[in-house]
T-cell receptor, first 114, second 113 residues
Framework: DAGVTQSPTHLIKTRGQQVTLRCSPI?????VSWYQQVLGQGPQFIFQ???????GRGNFPDRFSARQFPNYSSELNVNALLLGDSALYLC?????????????FGSGTQLSVL | QQQVKQSPQSLIVQKGGISIINCAYE??????FPWYQQFPGKGPALLIA?????SEKKEGRFTISFNKSAKQFSLHIMDSQPGDSATYFC????????????FGEGTQLTVNP
């Protein structure tokens, strides 16, 4: 069975550019969450989507946006990139959008902003 | 704001020893406390989780101890093995609400052979 897949695995951008990261959840999982993991720190919650609706948003600026498609895959968009956006972006899927649900994480997209 | 504080930042243990990682939380609404294990180049993977209605949960060599009054919980890895070398994160969430996990800053565990 395929786990959570993310693409691309690595990405290099320059300041001011825009980036789109993609995530395919485990088959049957309808909830997708995005986390940002800065080197040496724990993941920080960005967004959660369930059934194509935003169910939660972390403390991130409006430059960050996301959406979920009818097949439950998701995209995370970041506009006007800053150096501080350099991080590992993790996507996680779960059966339901409950805090006690087991989250399955992908291996992430490593974004470097130069 | 740091709602889950984790210590130590790094830990070196000999093979066969006990690894202990501690976490403290602030938000009393948290009612679900998982531990995640992350290997280099991989995403975090759920190891074990506990709810505050029990004081201890054991799964194989991994045990969570929970102290609700102190708002603290810890992970014990018995008979630590080199394959356990990884970064461990404690986390907390409100179980009935959305799956928003608040993670600690992580502990890099090295188990020497």
């Amino acid at each position: 069975d395929a786990g959570v897949t993310q693409s691309p695995t690595h990405l290099i951008k320059t300041r001011g550019q825009q980036v789109t990261l993609r995530c395919s959840p485990i088959s049957g999982h309808k909830s997708v969450s995005w986390y940002q993991q800065v080197l040496g720190q724990g993941p920080q919650f960005i967004f959660q989507y369930y059934e194509k609706e935003e169910r939660g948003r972390g403390n991130f600026p409006d430059r960050f946006s996301a959406r979920q498609f009818p097949n439950y895959s998701s995209e995370l968009n970041v506009n006007a990139l800053l150096l501080g956006d350099s991080a590992l972006y993790l996507c996680a899927s779960s059966l339901a959008p409950r805090g006690s649900e087991k989250l399955f994480f992908g291996s992430g997209t490593q974004l470097s902003v130069l | 704001q740091q709602q889950v504080k984790q210590s130590p930042q790094s830990l070196i243990v000999q093979k066969g020893g006990i690894s202990i990682i501690n976490c403290a939380y602030e938000n009393t609404a948290f009612d679900y406390f998982p531990w995640y294990q992350q290997f280099p180049g991989k995403g975090p993977a759920l190891l074990i989780a506990i709810r505050p209605d029990v004081s201890e949960k054991k799964e194989g060599r991994f045990t969570i101890s929970f102290n609700k009054s102190a708002k603290q919980f810890s992970l014990h890895i018995m008979d630590s093995q080199p394959g356990d070398s990884a970064t461990y994160f404690c986390a907390a969430s409100i179980g009935t609400s959305g799956s928003r996990l608040t993670f600690g800053e992580g502990t890099q565990l090295t188990v020497n052979p």
